[in-house]
Structure formats: structure tokens, C-alpha cells
């Protein structure tokens, strides 16, 4: 199993813009420069632990945290209604966990199509954890489905 933490505010794929220039289609994301920096993150953390990249299947398991809204604290800390809280408002689960399985592309594994399971959890950070995001990524077992 391979396994990385990686710091900082995860930021999702975001959405392909399309325009000309000189007669060309060009396409780019829509938060490309805080999305390059995060993939970047991302690769050069898995790349610490994974010198080359897997073939075969692989499954993938983030857990993505995320830092809380101010709103959910008071003087004392953090409001008791808001404990059990999850961060259901955006970004997206399926746009960050785009946005991992294309940073681990050629790391990792080759391509993301390698991938056949995939399981990523959107929670608040905890009280005094930094966000960010773990990762682990393991062939699955032959013949087993959850």
C-alpha cells in the first residue's frame, strides 16, 4: 500500500473554459493556477513514496479535510451545533476527487482508467489538524468486490 499526506486547502478540478486564439480552440480550467499548484502538491507528495508508476488496477482512498467556516465557532470554540457537522456546500467530492486522480496520473499509476475503485470522504478538519488530505492507493484483491 502506498500511503501520503498532503497540506493545504484542496481545490477542485474546476471547469473547462474554451476560446480562440488565432484561428485555434484553446481550453483551459477555470481555476488553473491554484489547481496547479495543488496537483503539483499532490504529485510531488506521491512521488516521495512511489519512484515509478504501478501498472494494473489500482484503488484509490482520500480523505480530504477541509478547514471549518468561521460561523462555526463562538468565543469558546467551536458551537456545539455544529460538532457533527459535514461540509456539505461546495467544492464538489467529485470535482476534488477529479482533480487527485489527474495529479496522480504518471506518478502513480499511468493513466486514471487504471483506477477501479475509488473511495474519498469530505469531512471538517479537526480541532487543531491543518487541512488537507490523506491518501492511499493499493491494488484490490483479486476476485473481491465490497
Known amino acids: 500500500m502506498i500511503s501520503f499526506r498532503v497540506r493545504g486547502t484542496a481545490v477542485p478540478q ?6 480562440m486564439a488565432g484561428g485555434r480552440p ?3 480550467y477555470t481555476n488553473q493556477e491554484p489547481l496547479a499548484v495543488w496537483r503539483s502538491a499532490i504529485a510531488e507528495a506521491a512521488l516521495a513514496v512511489c519512484p515509478e508508476p504501478l501498472t494494473g488496477p ?3 482512498q482520500c480523505e480530504i479535510a477541509v478547514a471549518r467556516p468561521a460561523g462555526h465557532y463562538g468565543k ?4 456545539p451545533r455544529f460538532a457533527d457537522a459535514w461540509p456539505d456546500r461546495r467544492p464538489d467530492i467529485d470535482k476534488l ?7 496522480l ?11 477501479v475503485m475509488l473511495d474519498v470522504i469530505k469531512r471538517y478538519c479537526l480541532e487543531s489538524e491543518p ?14 468486490l465490497l
Open 105 to 115: 496520473a504518471m506518478v502513480v499509476y499511468r493513466d486514471d482508467g487504471q483506477v
Open 131 to 144: 487541512a488537507g488530505m490523506d491518501v492511499h492507493i493499493a491494488r484490490p484483491a483479486q476476485g473481491v
Open 14 to 19: 474546476g471547469s473547462l473554459r474554451a476560446h
Open 97 to 103: 476527487s477529479r482533480a487527485v486522480l489527474d495529479a
Open 26 to 28: 484553446i481550453l483551459h
Open 58 to 60: 489500482v484503488m484509490v
Open 76 to 79: 469558546r470554540g467551536l458551537l
